[in-house]
């Protein structure tokens, strides 16, 4: 998967099948779109191009932080599965956010990135104020000359699967639900940082892991895991406690893991 970022690489593509969000978390709602665009892109022997936003969009509209279930390393990773050909990173920003639908679909989408269909959820919106919705898209495919593709959403109990669903159940300890709309382990990448050494004099030695500080964790506890180290793909069983450490002087909320 090729990965270009805008609007600071150059690049221009031709013939491809476009799907555009956040695909935050990349749950099983994302993954019925990601398999349309697949299965939409072998039948016309095109490219694929999943568009994304960095940083998350809401957080410069409303000047508040998001908190990610996946960073930008940890959903391509999680879109590795669907082979996609292109992956393309739009650098989000007020100049970014004050373009018109109809800039984005005729100047990006369409004269940038060479699309001839677009993939999206039926409650997609886009351009200046989240004017843009699936019935501009459709009208403005019949004038600029690609077809539309619109999925229908997936529910889980009864409810439909959406990123805003799933961190609320992360934050309020609903773990094992939030999985199963996720429909994969929840991915946590961080770098090894040192610690205090406690958990090695205790027996137990651990790893402490530097997390991107906009990651959302789940609520403190000890859950059991699955890791790998480096580029390595051997899978490690492990025991993941997240949260502060009182009993050492600790306060701030960290993730350790042992091994």
Not at 90 to 108: C, G, N, P, T
Not at 118 to 133: I, T
Request: proline share 4%; net charge positive; with cysteine.
């Amino acid at each position: 998967m090729k990965t270009f970022f805008y609007p600071d690489d150059a690049f221009l593509l031709e013939r491809t099948v476009v799907t555009v969000g956040n695909f935050d978390g990349v749950h099983l709602g994302h993954g019925r779109i990601l398999d349309r665009v697949i299965s939409e892109k072998e039948h016309l022997g095109q490219k694929s191009v999943l568009v994304t936003f960095s940083p998350h969009p809401r957080s410069v509209l409303m000047g508040k932080e998001v908190h990610l279930l996946s960073t930008l390393g940890e959903k391509r990773l999680l879109l590795e599965p669907w082979c996609l050909d292109n992956l393309v990173v739009v650098r989000f920003d007020r100049k970014f956010a004050s373009h018109s639908y109809r800039w984005f679909i005729k100047r990006f989408l369409v004269d940038k990135l060479g699309a001839t269909t677009l993939v999206v959820g039926y409650d997609h919106s886009f351009g200046r104020d989240s004017r843009g919705k699936v019935e501009q898209m459709v009208h403005l495919g019949r004038l600029f000359g690609y077809r539309m593709d619109i999925v229908k959403p997936v529910e889980w109990n009864g409810e439909e699967i959406k990123s805003e669903r799933i961190r609320e159940m992360l934050v309020s300890g609903r773990f094992a639900e939030a999985v199963s709309m996720l429909g994969h382990p929840y991915l946590v990448r961080g770098k090894v940082v040192p610690g205090k050494g406690i958990g090695k004099r205790l027996g137990y030695p651990t790893a402490n892991l530097s997390i991107t500080k906009n990651k959302l964790l789940p609520t403190p506890g000890v859950y059991t895991a699955s890791a790998t180290v480096g580029q390595t793909k051997k899978r490690y069983s492990a025991l993941i406690y997240i949260g502060s450490s009182p009993t050492f002087g600790g306060k701030n909320i960290q993730l350790e893991t042992h091994l």
